[in-house]
């Protein structure tokens, strides 16, 4: 979920496997759960959004994505996302979330 919406990586979006795809639907499936009601956040809505995000139209233009990545993601999305709001929820919501190394083993 974090690849497909970083706006970083939004030139790969289009080689994209469909494995990577199939995985992003399954955690956005979930999204509807922790999503507010005043988001009417659907599965279609959201497909819609990530079709113009992928393809560059509608409130996505190349220019907003060119300053859109030199910042974080979920800033990005914070500032940007308005006008897509079931793709601003999920994106926000992936790519908020901490990570570290730290716990992974090592061979």
């Known amino acids: 979920t974090g690849f497909c919406t970083d706006p970083k990586y939004c030139g790969f979006i289009d080689r ?48 907003m994505l060119e300053a859109a990545s030199s910042m974080p993601g979920h800033i990005c999305w914070q500032q940007w996302g308005r006008g897509s709001p079931a793709l601003r929820f999920c994106a926000m919501r992936a790519l908020a979330q901490t990570t570290a190394s730290s716990c992974s083993k090592q061979a």
């Open 16 to 63: 994209l496997p469909g494995q990577v795809w199939d995985e992003f639907i399954r955690c956005a499936r979930r999204m509807p759960k922790a999503a507010p009601a005043s988001e009417c956040f659907t599965i279609e809505q959201l497909t819609s959004e990530f079709s113009d995000y992928q393809n560059l139209t509608g409130v996505f233009n190349a220019p």
